[in-house]
């Protein structure tokens, strides 16, 4: 077993809101895998999503959870600088909460510690690769579509620059002398 599978396992098992053996016993049984060279690694990352993402949720809950989950850990994916979780909620705009929640059961894959203002990001390339490969992320329900998830992100932005740009927000051309405020 390599390196990242059991990291990854491990803080899978951890998780501090599941009891540890049944959680093992999810990514122990016999592997589903392909044969390709990924195949095991990505069986468990398939496994750990079912549990973590939608679990025994309800199944009029369930596209909710999975569209939330493709747009926030989507963004994480293909953002070039990691973002905190309440800069990430901005961009996207969601209600901190709603990026929390979704956030929460994916510490085995994610480094979601925003100790010292760090960003959001994956704890190992290979979650990124297999979630952005239709050929590898099996269970389309958690495959990101890039050009989607690209075209999703290029509309926040411009959303959130119309809410907080303004001509001459600075009172000044980077042309010209900037000009002290008026007195009143």
């Known amino acids: 077993m390599n390196k990242t599978k059991t ?3 491990c803080r899978f098992i951890q998780h501090p809101k599941f009891y540890p053996r049944i959680r093992l016993s999810i990514v122990l049984p016999g592997s589903t895998a392909s044969r390709s060279p ?6 468990m990352y398939t496994q750990l999503l079912r549990h973590s993402v939608i679990g025994d949720c309800e199944d009029e809950d369930k596209e909710e959870l999975l569209e939330r989950f493709r747009h926030v850990v989507g963004s994480i994916v293909l953002l070039s600088d990691p973002l905190t979780a309440s800069s990430l909620a901005k961009l996207l705009h969601k209600d901190p909460w709603e990026v929390d929640v ?3 059961s994916l510490g085995s894959v994610l480094d979601i510690s925003e100790s010292q203002g760090c960003g959001i990001r994956s704890l190992h390339p290979s979650f990124c690769d ?4 239709q050929k590898r992320c099996l269970d389309l329900e958690f495959w990101i579509n890039e050009q989607k ?4 992100l290029f509309l926040s932005c411009l959303k959130l ?6 001509r001459d927000m600075c009172r000044s051309s980077p042309f010209t002398e900037a000009v002290p405020p008026r007195s009143t």
């Open 130 to 133: 297999f979630l952005l490969d």
């Open 102 to 104: 979704t956030l929460n």
């Open 7 to 9: 990291k990854t396992i």
């Open 161 to 166: 620059m119309s809410k907080y740009l303004r």
């Open 38 to 43: 990924t195949g095991a690694l990505d069986g």
């Open 149 to 152: 998830t690209h075209g999703d």
